[in-house]
């Protein structure tokens, strides 16, 4: 018999605990909640202050009864889930189940696990916090009532299946909004005029700049022209040399939105793959005989940049050894997001000193990727700023200027183990000029004009998405990956090229919450939700009031909605062609990927196929079909000509449809990793990378 029952989540985590406390110790896992609201009916008491009908989950009743058959035997029941919201509501579920009063000192926190962390939380046990089991509570009665007024009518209306909430809707809205943005783009042409110099042998670039008094903006070819016949020869002279020391500062220690926007930049790992690796490197890892399992990140759902004094300590001791003390930071204080709770530290490594070289023959591939990102910028947030030096050279050839950027490291600080990636891609490499005074003379070697066209803005990516919603102040760190996973599995959205497409029953969808329910979608007043949830957290508020001051209108909203919404009958729409297999007519079917052609014979015939997309473009090769999108049996995107087989053009770049300058031959989007480049196929023409 143990004196002691401790009951965590996760099996792997209790593994871990265990071997800390003891022999007095048994710690079981929960496997996550055991009561939740039934999946059959609201379970909320509309007309009874929301009370909230809690049932034990299917399948959790012998886990349960096990947790009740050890918590008898035991003297004493600590119950240590997660350090959050989600965490504390498990909590006092377990205390209800297991008679455990809440208000004893029975509630065990960290937010690590090693035995330093594990031994003294257990020194300061504390009751149940109300006020989170309360905002967690607000947060699922919510939802619950968003989601179980909103979906029935959705399922009567369009199609069984459907569904809508607070966080997913907006996500979905802004997604659409974006598309509509892309769709609606004009292209702008402009123009710019490149020069490569040359200074006692040693070369460098230039771009047009303008006149001595101000920049300007070449909008056409007429304009160029009229610059270079401005320009007299190939001569030009340095008027103007400006030099700057400029200091850059590292990125603070990872939130949870910035780890996974981090890791879609540099790993190319979705978000729910990102929260995966980090909830088994939390959790703990098997580091063999002499230390065991050990956690190796700090918890991982967490708004707050902020380190903890101990940490800090030893990370400053490992800079000062590895690379010098001039290479400290010298800030006092991390600057926090006015927005954050600031509940927890940031995501950062246990200790310091388990480098990921040290784990490479223990942790898995992705495991070590993850660990050695959140290990590196741990490292350089507490490292001293870079400072680089800046040069701007104008260079002038009678009214025409030119000027010239560059910079060189100077004191590399954080840079040395790690630097931020960008949505934007920005080439972080040193870009040096030769040394240049004013008055100097230097030749032209060429002045060469390009023609560029405006690029829409880009599609969402998982990482610009996250970040844009937390910008809005739109869910919290622990419903962005099962947000974005949401939104596919409904099929209101499909990935191509890892960015967000919204589908034809999703801008269904959305149109429908638009027109009846426009507070659910309203920006604004989802932040402010946000934020009056956040009060309850803190004690300033009763969720009840929160919750009535919502429902009051929506519950005449959904009303409404369910006797004046019209039902959409999406007909099967024929397609002119038909099936290859029985000779009947094909239809167009609305799926969960958007619209596909099936044979009107189904179920007696199954044929299915693709919708072949033109993309506007003539084909260049045969001169009669048009490009259309296809994709290959792995799902990958590629573009041919509708004339195939007679025609056998392929590319797996976009081409545009407009030619080349020079060559007059064809143009293509060449997807890299600084954005999208338009080049020829068969000359050596390309424009600037657009982000």
Not at 609 to 635: L, Y
Request: hydrophobic share 35%; glycine share 6%; net charge positive.
């Amino acid at each position: 018999m143990s004196d002691y029952l401790v009951i965590v989540e996760s099996p792997a985590k209790a593994k871990t605990i265990e071997k800390y406390l003891g022999k007095k110790y048994k710690v079981k896992a929960s496997i996550g909640h055991v009561r939740d609201l039934p999946r059959s009916q609201m379970g909320v008491d509309t007309e009874n202050n929301y009370e909230p009908k809690y049932i034990t989950i299917r399948g959790k009743g012998p886990v349960l009864q096990e947790l009740k058959t050890a918590a008898k035997k035991a003297k004493k029941i600590y119950l240590a889930a997660d350090p959050d919201r989600e965490g504390e509501a498990i909590a006092w579920h377990l205390a209800n189940s297991l008679n455990v009063d809440i208000e004893s000192d029975c509630r065990v926190v960290f937010n690590e696990i090693t035995k330093e962390a594990i031994l003294e939380s257990f020194k300061h046990p504390r009751p149940i916090n109300m006020d989170l089991v309360d905002a967690q509570q607000a947060r699922r009665i919510l939802d619950r009532l968003v989601g179980y007024n909103i979906s029935p009518i959705l399922w009567k209306k369009v199609k069984k299946g459907l569904s809508a909430g607070r966080v997913q809707s907006v996500a979905l809205r802004l997604i659409i909004d974006r598309e509509d943005e892309i769709n609606n783009f004009t292209p702008e042409e402009y123009w710019t005029i490149e020069g490569q110099f040359d200074k006692n042998k040693k070369a460098f670039d230039a771009l047009y700049y303008g006149s001595e008094k101000e920049k300007r903006k070449l909008s056409n070819e007429e304009e160029v022209k009229e610059v270079l016949k401005l320009m007299k020869g190939k001569k030009f002279e340095v008027a103007n040399v400006v030099k700057k020391e400029r200091k850059r500062n590292p990125a603070p220690s990872f939130t949870t939105s910035s780890l996974q926007q981090e890791a879609a930049r540099k790993l190319n790992f979705r978000a729910r793959k990102t929260m995966m690796l980090a909830q088994q490197l939390y959790e703990g890892i098997d580091l063999g005989k002499k230390q065991g399992t050990v956690g190796l990140i700090t918890y991982m759902r967490t708004d707050s940049t902020r380190i903890s004094d101990s940490a800090k300590a030893d990370v400053q001791e490992y800079i000062k050894t590895e690379f010098g003390a001039e290479f400290i930071s010298t800030k006092k204080v991390e600057k926090q997001s006015k927005k954050a709770q600031d509940a927890h530290e940031a995501v950062r490594p246990t200790s310091v000193l388990r480098t990921p070289n040290e784990l490479k023959a223990i942790l898995s591939r992705d495991q070590l990727k993850l660990y050695k990102l959140i290990w590196e910028r741990f490292i350089a947030s507490q490292m001293a700023s870079a400072i680089l030096d800046t040069v701007a050279v104008d260079l002038k050839n009678g009214e025409v200027y030119f000027r010239a950027n560059g910079s060189q490291v100077k004191f590399p600080g954080f840079m040395k183990v790690y630097v931020e990636g960008s949505d934007d891609q920005t080439d972080d490499k040193d870009k040096l000029l030769p040394v240049l005074e004013v008055g100097d003379k230097v030749n032209a070697l060429s002045i060469d004009p390009k023609q560029h066209f405006t690029q829409p803005p880009p599609r969402y990516s998982e990482a610009r998405l996250v970040k844009t919603l937390e910008e809005l102040g739109i869910g919290r760190p622990s419903t962005y990956a099962p947000t974005l996973d949401t939104i596919q599995k409904r099929g209101y959205v499909a990935l191509e090229t890892k960015r967000f497409v919204p589908t034809e029953l999703g801008t269904i969808v959305h149109q429908l919450v638009l027109e009846f329910f426009p507070q659910i979608l309203d920006i604004e007043f989802t932040a402010q939700m946000e934020r009056d949830l956040d009060s309850v957290e803190e004690g300033q508020v009763k969720w009840v009031e929160v919750i009535d001051g919502f429902y009051q209108d929506f519950e005449k909203r959904v009303i409404y909605a369910d006797a004046e919404m019209e039902k959409i009958v999406i007909k099967d729409e024929p397609t002119g062609e038909d099936c290859e297999n029985c000779g009947s007519p094909m239809v167009y079917k609305l799926g969960r990927y958007g619209k596909f052609m099936a044979c009107s014979n189904f179920p007696e015939c199954r044929n299915t196929k693709a919708i072949i997309k033109e993309i506007g473009v003539p084909c260049r090769v045969c001169g009669e079909g048009q490009i259309v999108e296809r994709k290959s049996k792995t799902k990958r995107l590629f573009y041919g000509c509708n004339q195939y087989p007679t025609c056998e053009f392929v590319s797996w770049d976009k081409p545009i449809n407009r030619p080349c300058p020079k060559c007059n031959e064809m143009l293509v989007e060449k997807k890299l990793k600084k954005g999208i480049q338009i080049q020829c196929v068969a000359c050596d023409y390309k424009e600037d990378p657009q982000s």
